[in-house]
């Protein structure tokens, strides 16, 4: 038995009874602060990378500064040590300091909270390619 208990459907949130809500209502709070809809397309880029669904293309046509949100938003995801002054000076030539500070809010929040959503709705039987079995061993211990 995990942490999570016995619960088959290993929904957490339903455990935690209203956490859920809460967490919805800092999601959309994030996503009705960002300026137009950076926080849609930040939501669902995060949700894209993260499930493995979808493209970039999917966003459909970006202007200049989404096209700028995508690509931190991609970065921030991949290594968000890699977000370098060059890339936060062309968020700047889009959007306020405050605008700023509430896209990459948003973006922390989409990334924490898809990857929480990804973990923790997943189907018991959906094991991922890479989990071994404890008889399995690693390539660090054929050395």
């Given at each position: 038995m995990s942490w999570l208990g016995d619960r088959p459907d290993r929904d957490?949130?339903?455990i935690s009874?209203?956490?859920?809500?809460?967490?919805?209502?800092?999601?959309?709070?994030?996503?009705?602060?960002?300026p137009g809809r950076?926080?849609?397309?930040?939501?669902r880029r995060a949700q894209q990378m993260i499930t493995g669904v979808g493209s970039s293309?999917?966003?459909g046509p970006?202007?200049?500064?989404e096209q700028v949100v995508v690509a931190i938003t991609e970065q921030f995801l991949l290594?968000?040590?890699?977000?370098?002054?060059?890339?936060?000076a062309a968020l700047g030539e889009h959007y306020t300091a405050?605008?700023?500070?509430?896209?990459?809010?948003?973006?922390?929040?989409?990334d924490g909270f898809t990857k929480f959503e990804r973990i923790f709705t997943a189907s018991?039987?959906?094991?991922?390619?890479?989990?071994t079995s404890p008889t399995t061993t690693s390539p660090a211990e054929d050395h």
């Amino acid at each position: 038995m995990s942490w999570l208990g016995d619960r088959p459907d290993r929904d957490v949130l339903s455990i935690s009874g209203g956490l859920a809500e809460q967490i919805e209502a800092m999601r959309l709070e994030a996503v009705s602060v960002t300026p137009g809809r950076t926080g849609e397309l930040i939501s669902r880029r995060a949700q894209q990378m993260i499930t493995g669904v979808g493209s970039s293309a999917d966003l459909g046509p970006l202007t200049a500064a989404e096209q700028v949100v995508v690509a931190i938003t991609e970065q921030f995801l991949l290594d968000a040590h890699g977000i370098d002054d060059a890339m936060v000076a062309a968020l700047g030539e889009h959007y306020t300091a405050a605008e700023q500070v509430a896209i990459m809010f948003h973006l922390a929040l989409a990334d924490g909270f898809t990857k929480f959503e990804r973990i923790f709705t997943a189907s018991p039987t959906t094991a991922s390619p890479t989990t071994t079995s404890p008889t399995t061993t690693s390539p660090a211990e054929d050395h």
